[in-house]
């Protein structure tokens, strides 16, 4: 069974610690400046270079895989919106999609456009993020402002249609909540065409910069094999050749109305993922200009009965970060008997695991920057009520107690 | 390319001594014994297209622990099904067939007490707390209640 005392598994560890000596084991986090989520990396070191890493996940734990089996279907859904500050939309249009199909209603071919333009704003606004970011800790602070001016312009369109910039609460069962506005046509595909001139900007930028170049080129390689046995998915399977696009592989929502191209890279270094996620960036403004201008009209949503039937289902759409994955059973109540949501994070870590072997200390925070991480979504399942705040207050003296009986038990025995 | 793939995956649930059976348009689930499971997933990844791992998934099926492997391929997800006894939950990894499953077999390890031999991290917790009490049931099975492990762990909220 799981259960190991605390004091069992921290003889087991500091038994594994034997092999390598204490110098060469950098521990990484929980909290450290390049992680913006708590997460513990154990980085063994040989001279400079990693050879091996082990993570420890789950410190931002919420339980909503828990919680969701005593809340009601439609409630859930705006429970697992907010598992992400960021891909949040996605989260609830998969776990939608997950539960309409136990059901034997057709969604609405308006519901379905808007669904995908609000699909694509979040994924201009997440990778305009993830370009910030990566100029940061590549030590380019210009692009990390500029970039994240550009951001705004999406935030701006999400809310007039939305109402909010990050937890849109668009989706509902069988269609949407809200309608897009009157006479926003326009300005999206205006606001679109300033963001492709950025974007193409942006991509002259980072292969001429030396900054860039000099911490992105050749950093994080891995192979299409290994990429492939690792599951990874999304932008980190499309950097190295592999064609993984659920938009396109399995269309949900308008993805078979709306042309697109799927961009994919050879080089599978840092590098190619900033250039990927940039093309990526203008095929996603190209669609929502496409979309907004071919928007059918009719009904948004229908109305469903609060009881799913019973029956199994399962999901999966193409979040920013990757295929997102949704399985729900039904036993034919009004909560779900079970719903388990895979995060693009948890199927990239093994990923990057393997890039950064081989990776300097100092390339540490650019490689881990390059998954886009989202430790928060990663860990969204424990044993927590959401709706009450989580509590666990260590004053200094015990959480140094706890560190030093954590890496050195005997020193603790000795006093 | 779908074409190919059901009929490869009947003729592999037929010697696997099951049958796959179709859900729904584009969803195929296969529930294989535990003991030709590891056989069957090697197969599946080897010989079809159906090579991506999306996650596995734990169910608590009283008196037995459900494990979905989810693959998926074009348009067709398969679901392959198989069951662990609640009383000796123990399965065979398939991290020497695909990696990538390390992290989600961990997973299933904290939340639902199944041991996975062939996993090398199975001494590791993945996302339970270090003072996870070990004769609390992993969190994920009903008999499980929030209130008392939100008790045995010290975070309870005091109510104004």
Request: hydrophobic share 40%; net charge neutral; with cysteine.
């Amino acid at each position: 069974m799981s259960g190991q005392t605390g004091n069992a598994a921290h003889k087991e560890e500091s038994a594994g610690l034997m092999k390598y000596s204490a110098e060469n084991l950098v521990p990484f986090g929980p909290i450290h400046p390049a992680l913006k989520e708590p997460e513990y990396f154990k980085l063994i070191l040989e001279g400079e270079r990693i050879v091996e890493v082990i993570p420890r996940i789950g410190y931002v734990h919420r339980g909503l895989e828990k919680a969701a089996e005593s809340r009601p279907w439609v409630q859930n859904m705006y429970m697992f919106e907010r598992t992400c500050g960021i891909c949040s939309f996605v989260h609830s249009l998969t776990y939608g999609q997950a539960v309409e199909g136990l059901t034997i209603y057709e969604i609405p071919r308006r519901a379905k456009f808007i669904r995908t333009i609000i699909a694509e704003l979040e994924r201009i606004h997440s990778h305009l993020l993830w370009v910030g970011l990566m100029g940061h800790w590549a030590g380019f602070e210009t692009l990390f402002m500029w970039v994240w001016r550009d951001r705004e312009v999406v935030l701006d369109l999400v809310e007039a249609i939305s109402g909010n910039r990050i937890h849109k609460s668009m989706n509902t069962f069988c269609g949407v909540r809200r309608d897009m506005p009157e006479g926003m046509e326009d300005r999206i595909v205006e606001r679109m065409k300033f963001l492709v001139d950025r974007a193409n900007y942006y991509k002259q930028i980072v292969d001429t910069e030396e900054t860039m170049l000099e911490r992105t080129e050749g950093v994080g390689r891995i192979s299409p094999d290994t990429a492939e046995k690792l599951c990874a998915v999304g932008p980190m399977a499309r950097y190295v050749g592999l064609k993984y696009d659920i938009r396109l592989n399995d269309p949900y929502a308008a993805y078979e109305e709306v042309p697109f191209d799927i961009v994919t890279r050879k080089e599978g270094d840092v590098h190619a993922l900033l250039k990927l996620r940039l093309d990526e960036l203008i095929v996603s403004a190209n669609m929502i200009s496409y979309a907004v201008q071919h928007l059918p009209s009719g009904p948004i949503r229908i109305k469903i009965p609060p009881i799913i039937p019973a029956g199994e289902h399962s999901s999966h759409s193409e979040a920013p970060r990757g295929e997102i994955f949704y399985y729900v059973k039904s036993s034919g109540g009004r909560t779900p008997d079970r719903v388990k949501s895979r995060q693009p994070t948890m199927a990239n870590l093994p990923t990057a695991l393997e890039m950064l072997k081989g990776q300097t200390i100092a390339d540490v925070p650019v490689v881990l920057t390059a998954i886009d991480p989202c430790f928060g979504c990663m860990d969204r399942m424990s044993f927590l009520d959401i709706e009450t705040n989580r509590r666990w207050t260590w004053s200094g003296e015990e959480l140094r107690k706890y560190g030093i009986n954590y890496y050195f038990p005997e020193r603790e025995k000795k006093r | 390319m779908s074409g190919v793939l059901l009929p490869q995956i009947e003729n592999l649930a037929a010697e696997a001594k099951t049958k796959s059976t179709q859900l729904r348009k584009g969803e195929t689930i296969v529930e294989v014994d535990q003991s030709q499971l590891k056989n069957f997933i090697k197969r599946l990844v080897t010989e079809t297209n159906a090579r991506h791992l999306s996650t596995i998934t734990g169910l608590d099926l009283d008196p037995n622990i459900g494990i979905i492997y989810h693959f998926w391929y074009e348009r067709n997800t398969i679901h392959v099904k198989t069951f662990v006894p609640k009383t000796a939950p123990t399965a065979l990894s398939i991290v020497d067939i695909i990696p990538g499953a390390i992290l989600y077999e961990m997973e299933i390890h904290d939340m639902f007490g199944v041991m996975f031999t062939g996993n090398p991290w199975m001494n590791k917790k993945l996302l339970l707390p270090d003072n996870w009490p070990s004769d609390l049931p992993p969190p994920l099975l009903k008999n499980a209640k929030t209130a008392e492990i939100r008790k045995r762990l010290g975070l309870e909220v005091e109510k104004k």
